[in-house]
């Protein structure tokens, strides 16, 4: 026999939040953080689990927000499946989870005119191609943490330059709360789980491998000694331009913490890779570690 289906309470209002947020501070629950723009995949579903395996009741935002779309970016075609999402929700029943669904009044209301600025970090690779997303992403995640008043947030390393500016933002404000990344969530195939792939063709999303192919050339470049960085991206390069039809935004080896580029790969480095397909911009990285693994 299957299981009843129990979708998860949602919360509009900031008022029910709060509410319900204090009983469960008062119940000495540890809060945890989710905060997506829905459409759902595996990758946030793994960051509500790891939520949900160290706190005691955990809050998942669901909010697609305007100011971190550029005029021409896809703001107005970004997939709204709520439905999908609830049921998919509904299967992680390890311990409580709350959704909160901020309408925009409360996100933006009118006269809104305060914003996080974030610092050089957000400059290049995205902030160079996307201006303004990552003052867009900074504003609503302290929003939304100033709500949810969370004791850790959980975020995937698929947005790696999201992730190192939101550690530097807590660390900055001196934000009361912890930061969890996670590692990208991969289809079998390699291609990272984003809810952007639902906008490529077959023939695209086969071609997508690319990005992932030239991630793990990077990897075994450097386990085989190679140590020069603009070696190893030209060689991502030469194999992502066997694509004919993946145009190339960024392949980047960079500092890790301020995503500064590097000449030389001599301890932790990330490889980060921005690529056209059609009109959908994919993203994916890996650190790459000589010291092994
Ligand atoms: O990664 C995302 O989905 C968004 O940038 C976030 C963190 C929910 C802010 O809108």
């Not at 949900?52 to 927000?65: D, H, K, P, R």
């Not at 992932?212 to 450097?222: D, G, N, P, Q």
């Not at 301890?267 to 994916?284: E, F, H, Q």
Request: aromatic share 6%.
């Amino acid at each position: 026999m299957s299981r009843p289906i129990h979708l998860p309470p949602i919360l509009e209002t900031l008022a029910e939040l709060r509410d319900t947020l204090s009983e469960m501070r008062h119940a000495q629950k540890r809060i945890g953080f989710v905060p997506t723009m829905g459409a759902l995949h595996e990758g946030h579903l793994s960051l509500v689990r790891a939520s949900q395996a160290e706190c005691g009741v955990t809050v998942v935002s669901i909010y697609v927000n305007p100011t971190q779309f550029g005029p021409h970016e896809d703001f107005s075609r970004y997939p709204r499946t709520l439905d999908f999402d609830l049921h998919a929700l509904a299967t992680c029943d390890r311990t409580p989870l709350l959704v909160f669904l901020p309408k925009n009044e409360s996100m933006y209301p009118e006269g809104f005119s305060t914003w996080v600025e974030p610092g050089p970090v957000a400059e290049p690779w995205e902030g160079q191609i996307r201006p303004g997303h990552f003052r867009g992403v900074a504003t609503v995640v302290l929003k939304l943490f100033n709500m949810v008043g969370p004791d850790i947030a959980y975020f995937g390393q698929k947005d790696y330059q999201q992730a190192t500016l939101i550690r530097r933002m807590v660390d900055d404000l001196n934000l009361p709360v912890k930061i969890r990344v996670r590692p990208t969530v991969r289809e079998p195939d390699g291609l990272a789980m984003s809810s952007r792939n639902r906008y490529l063709s077959p023939e695209d999303r086969q071609r997508a491998l690319v990005l992932w192919k030239s991630l793990c050339l990077a990897k075994e470049l450097v386990a085989s000694g190679q140590r020069d960085a603009a070696t190893i991206v030209a060689q991502m390069e030469d194999l992502i331009r066997t694509v004919p039809e993946a145009r190339i935004d960024y392949v980047a080896l960079v500092d890790p913490d301020t995503l500064a580029s590097v000449a030389q790969v001599h301890g932790r480095t990330a490889a980060l890779i921005a690529v056209k397909l059609g009109a959908t911009r994919l993203i994916d990285n890996a650190v790459l570690d000589p010291t092994g693994i």
